[in-house]
Nanobody, 126 residues
Framework: QVQLVESGGGLVQAGGSLRLSCEAS????????TSWFRRAPGKEREFLAR????????FYGESVKGRFTISRDNAKNTVYLQMNRLKVEDTAVYYC???????????????????WGRGTQVTVSS
């Protein structure tokens, strides 16, 4: 059973940066599609970024493209989300997710992922 634990959230001023981590156990990051999502209060879950098990075929949601970067460390079995130029509207709970069967735009759909972390809160102040 894959378990995912996010960390790195916190309070940051607008324009600042944070790096989130998602440490996996019970499975290798190289065997899954790994993605980041977020959910802001009163809003639907939003896809942010995805990386295939090969480490390639990365793509991002429109709202974070150019500001956020997904990466991973295979030796640490950890996926990261570097978030730069943060905005107040980035305030949300951030989740990592692992899945085995999504292609292209299917990966925007959270229901395609089998494993989820509990999330880490990111709050951006003005």
């Amino acid at each position: 059973q894959v378990q995912l634990v996010e960390s790195g959230g916190g309070l940051v001023q607008a324009g600042g940066s944070l790096r989130l981590s998602c440490e996996a156990s019970g499975g290798s990051v190289m065997d899954y599609v790994t993605s980041w999502f977020r959910r802001a209060p009163g809003k639907e879950r939003e896809f942010l970024a995805r990386m295939r098990g090969s480490g390639g075929n990365i793509f991002y949601g429109e709202s974070v493209k150019g500001r956020f970067t997904i990466s991973r460390d295979n030796a640490k079995n950890t996926v990261y989300l570097q978030m730069n130029r943060l905005k107040v509207e980035d305030t949300a709970v951030y989740y990592c997710a692992f899945g085995t069967a999504c292609l292209g735009a299917e990966c925007y759909d959270g229901s395609r992922y089998e494993y989820w972390g509990r999330g880490t809160q990111v709050t951006v102040s003005s």
